[in-house]
């Protein structure tokens, strides 16, 4: 069964460091999602891809936050510089536009920032 | 705006007794609805969903919900627990637009009792 991949699985970095994730979504899908889980609450949406194009980043910190997927295919999530408030689990999803509207998810990076 | 109150943070249950996780959503579109299990360090797997046609929707590992559109709610059962079901649960929601980011509740951590 196709599966999102994403790593690393777990991240520790000081604050003020670059830290970078990434996703591998599931052959052939077009929509990419990020998730930022904090612990104890439910993910919420960073960015959607569709294919290249950016089509939801309303909630990404954009001053130290950037996400790309330049061939439609693979993405990065990217923070520089880190803050204490960026640990949590980052999750990817992909989804086909099928219209079953079923996102898979990855097993996620967990990154704790120091 | 979509969001999803699901009822209960922890809720425990002895093995064999029923499950029963609430979720209640607002929707200013007609929703789509799914729930998530999340395992401890993992990612989300999908149970179950409803998108449109019967509203009693059956899942994965002997869970289902039944969309209500009157109350608002869309509620996971299970009729017998089982040790394995202990993890934590995801209410979601997006609209029927198709590819839409998906907004989450606060989950709930199950717990069986041997």
């Known amino acids: 069964e196709a599966e999102v991949a994403q790593s690393p699985r777990y991240k520790i970095t000081e604050k003020s460091q670059a830290v970078a994730f990434w996703c591998d979504p599931i052959?052939?899908?077009?929509?990419l999602y990020w998730y930022r889980q904090i612990l104890g609450q439910g993910p919420e949406l960073l960015v959607q891809?569709?294919?290249?194009?950016?089509?939801?980043d309303s909630q990404l910190p954009k001053d130290r936050f950037s996400a790309e997927r330049l061939k439609g295919v693979d993405s990065t999530l990217k923070i520089q510089p880190a803050e204490l408030g960026d640990s949590a689990m980052y999750l990817c999803?992909?989804?086909?536009?099928?219209?079953?509207?079923?996102?898979?998810f990855g097993p996620g990076t967990r990154l704790t920032v120091l | 705006a979509q969001s999803v109150t699901q009822l209960g943070s922890h809720v425990s249950v002895s093995e064999g007794a029923l499950v029963l996780l609430r979720c209640n959503y607002s929707?200013?579109?007609?929703?789509?609805l799914f729930w998530y299990v999340q395992y401890p360090n993992q990612g989300l797997q999908l149970l179950l969903k409803?998108?449109?046609?019967?509203?009693l929707v059956k899942g994965i590992n002997g869970f289902e919900a039944e969309f209500k559109k009157s109350e608002t709610s869309f509620h996971l059962t299970k009729p017998s627990a089982h040790m394995s079901d202990a993890a934590e649960y995801f209410c979601?929601?997006?609209?029927?637009?198709?590819?839409?980011?998906?907004?989450f509740g606060t989950g709930t951590r199950l717990t069986i009792i041997p």
């Open positions: 999803a992909s989804g086909d536009a099928s219209g079953t509207d079923t996102q898979y």
């Open positions: 052959s052939g899908h077009a929509t």
């Open positions: 409803y998108t449109t046609g019967a509203t």
């Open positions: 929707s200013s579109v007609p929703p789509y």
């Open positions: 891809f569709q294919d290249e194009s950016v089509v939801d």
């Open positions: 979601a929601v997006s609209s029927n637009f198709g590819n839409e980011k998906l907004t």
